[in-house]
């Protein structure tokens, strides 16, 4: 079979298409040809050979781990009507034409969804689901969505605001801007922008209570120098959702309301934003990290499930910026990597 190989640490160019032996299902595990296998930015940063601490693999190996396709065969012990099913599931070495996984790693696809959509959920469907569940949030929550043009942060957008929280979604440019506007943010600011923190400042709005106890109180509000209300000390978020880590997120942690939630999830920038841990929690913030989106089979399988569903009934829509060939993962990575791309790239096996 082909698969598309790292073969040393390095760029894009260290990827290339090879061919191995046909795997085989052993005793409880299914046989998947796999139809599209799903791409996340940290795959680009563990072939250049970080995050080894977290992510301890030594050239040759095949990356990825999220495939859609359909179940061709299983090992012993396992009930034979897996055979012809379309699945989704987390595997070891996706980039390839066929993967084995154990038979409680797989999630059926609903009937009337593609696989390329399904394939496009498996990593960012299922953590954006789960973060909004850790996260808690819920209706009437001002929620600021950091990378929020990307494959997960898209996906957080649209349910976040199906759970009815107000959305402020950042992204970098006019075309992610539009985007995020046309998936029903509710305001959308340019991280490119160098004001960008006030913006957001101002589209979080007040707190309800804050306006209400505000209301024929306005001799007690601060002011400028320019004798223009000064809202700065209460328009914050309730959960701020940090996928881009460094100095963005640094940046953002002041937007987050004292007792509100922030999760420092996202490292596409080399590294998860340095919160002051003893900051937060003067401030009453609590702090997710990327240890609370690592889920168990039983978990992965539920919040699978439910983002599968929802995309069937037209309710979530991945946004898929690119394909490649499987031959061309190599292409894939750079463009990954480019940061021009908007959604998620996904791999055409």
Known sequence: MRAAQVKSFGGPEVLATVELPDPVPGPGEVLIEVAHADTIFVE?????????????????????????????????GVDAGWVGRRVTSFVTGSYAERVTAPVTAPTPVPDGLDLRTAAALVHDGVTAAGLLEHTAVGAGDRVLILGASGGMGTLLIQLARARGARVVAAARGARKSALVRELGADAVVDVSEPDWLERARQALGRPEATRAAEAGAEATTGTT?????????????????????????????????????????????????????????????????????QFGEAEVRRLTAHVLAEAAAGRLRPVIGARFPLTEAAAAHAAIEGRELVGKVVLDV
């Open 44 to 76: 680009t940063q563990v072939r250049t050979g970080l995050f080894r601490a977290h992510f301890p693999v030594e050239p040759p190996y095949v990356p990825g781990g999220g495939v859609a396709g359909t179940v061709t065969a299983v090992g012993a």
């Open 225 to 293: 120098a320019e004798g223009v209300a000064d809202t700065s000390a209460v328009a914050a978020a309730d959960v701020v959702l940090d996928g881009v880590g460094g100095e963005l997120g640094l940046a953002a942690f002041p937007l987050t309301a004292d007792g509100g939630r922030f999760s420092a999830h996202g490292a596409p920038s080399g590294g998860f934003a340095a919160v002051d841990a003893a900051e937060a929690e003067r401030r009453g913030v609590t702090l997710f990290g990327i240890g609370d989106v």
